[in-house]
């Protein structure tokens, strides 16, 4: 029989009463150190009282009332993100599929409104992860989330990631724009060459194209510095937004130069909740703790220390452990061993972390990550990687009986 919650999702069977920071208290009283943090949406970790505070002020006051009225708290959010981004306006959603639903929309219109309806085509990267709607799986371009559900939304050209030469043959006449992460989250936690957005940006330039970043899972501090793309000098035409912009609560934007958004007059998009007063005060707390002088600087800190910690973790386990990436604290652990018995291991151990692809288990940390809980999750890698690496020990040798 099918369960009341349409099963989509291989949940694990473990539920949590509360959060504190970085921990999560489950309803049977063990504590979790969470290096998941919402899959890098929580970024001032769970309970933050700044954050209790700003959505119950809220929530007291008004909650809803639609995009036909004035909501301040969006005004004032998007003008916030704008003094600190590459960005001239902002258009707020509920999720990250929906932000580059917003991009992909807006690229295709900006080459309609300037005299050039055929270039609809974007270029995407393999590994790539955008979101779940029908346009955000083909840009994508994951088979498994693409089965059954065709016909495949046209519009999107693949190329492997990382791949100059791919890219510059797949532009041409219909071409409207190229879409990446700066770093690939699901995809493996897999950083480009640290020139590549920047070329990027240099082709797209050449040939009238829109740069469109997907910072869901890279953006608001996740990386070491407000936006990942700053590390690299490039900026986008047209950015997507999620996960840490809310600390939790639902919500997402898509930002913009004043140019890449000239097509998207009056009438042409639209969402009922997208920046309702709710998520507006929200957002607008996170930014305060993360634009604070400090914020970014810690991040940078705790992740150069975990680096450190996490190569001497590595040097001890060299059959579990075959590299440590990433980028601030969206970091990966690539495995020897399948990623999902390292992931498991790790629950045993008291510490909850999410795969990605290219076997690699991620650590995404919140942002306010103490050097203190940092250590501590090296202890509790160390002792998985002990405990798996006794049990291959044990394990009887495949083929020893022949
Ligand atoms: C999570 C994610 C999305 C999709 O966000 P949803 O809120 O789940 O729709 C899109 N792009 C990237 C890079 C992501 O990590």
Known sequence: MITPVLPTYARVNLEFERGEGCWLIATDGRRFLDFTAGIAVNVLGHANPYLVQALTEQAGKLWH???LFRISGGERLAERLIEATFADTVFFTNSG?????CAIKMARRYQFVTGNAERNR???FEGAFHGRTLATIAAGGNAKYM???GPDMPGFDQVPFGDLDAVKAAIGPTTAGILIEPVQGEGGVRVPPSSFLTTLRALCDEHGLLLILDEVQSGVGRTGRLFAHEWTGATPDIMAVAKGIGGGFPMGACLA???AAKGMTLGTHGSTYGGNPLAMAVGNAVLDKVLQPDFLEHVRQMSLRFTQMLAEVKDRHPAV???IRGQGLLMGLKALVPAADLVVALREEGMLVPGAGDNVVRLLPPLVVTAEEIGIAC?????AC?????????APVKGAAE
């Open 321 to 323: 452990i075959s590299e």
């Open 147 to 149: 089965e059954g559900f």
């Open 65 to 67: 009332t639609s995009n």
């Open 386 to 394: 002990q405990k798996i690496e006794n049990e291959l020990a044990h």
């Open 122 to 124: 974007i270029i995407t």
């Open 379 to 383: 202890q509790k890698i160390e002792a």
């Open 257 to 259: 130069t004043e140019n």
């Open 97 to 101: 599929a929906e932000a580059l639903e």
